[in-house]
């Protein structure tokens, strides 16, 4: 084949439907690359979200997990605190009861000294009246004394 052969084949089997055929073969192509690119794309944006996503969740862990050992270590806090409270409470109540026997028997001895204060008075009394009886008594002898004795023993008279 020479080169005016070719030309004549050319012009022969290359007509409108030839360039039609072609140009649709061509934009054909040109839409699978189009298409393939863009899911490409998003196929490169979902991973990367995806990545960022799985990161975001493993924070989002690793904060659940610092809170809920921080929330742990409060709750224990809170139950040292009660412990202490509850042997605070026994404390106090123990306390309270001490004072009550206490105060009972400082009221005892209140009254028991109230009682001996009561004996001491009346022996005081008692006492009191026997030395006023023992003064009258020995006034009277004093007097009967001094009538009795004559007269030179009652200061020269």
Known sequence: MTGSDLRDHIKRDFNLNTV??????????ATIISVWTGIQFR?????EWQQ??????AQ???????????????????????SELDNITYRITSNEKSIEAMD????????????????VRSQLANISTQ???????????????LKNTPNEYRGGQ
């Open 52 to 57: 960022s996503h799985m990161e975001f969740h």
């Open 43 to 47: 196929q490169t944006k979902m991973e």
């Open 131 to 145: 030395l006023a009886l023992a003064n009258q008594s020995l006034l009277r002898v004093e007097k009967s004394d």
């Open 104 to 119: 009972t028997r400082i009221s005892r001895i209140s009254e028991s000294y109230t009682n001996q204060l009561g004996d």
């Open 60 to 82: 989002l862990k690793a904060d659940s997990s610092s809170l809920r050992a921080s929330y742990d270590a409060q709750l224990n806090n809170m139950r040292t605190q009660l």
């Open 20 to 29: 039609v055929a072609l140009v649709g073969f061509l934009s054909l192509f």
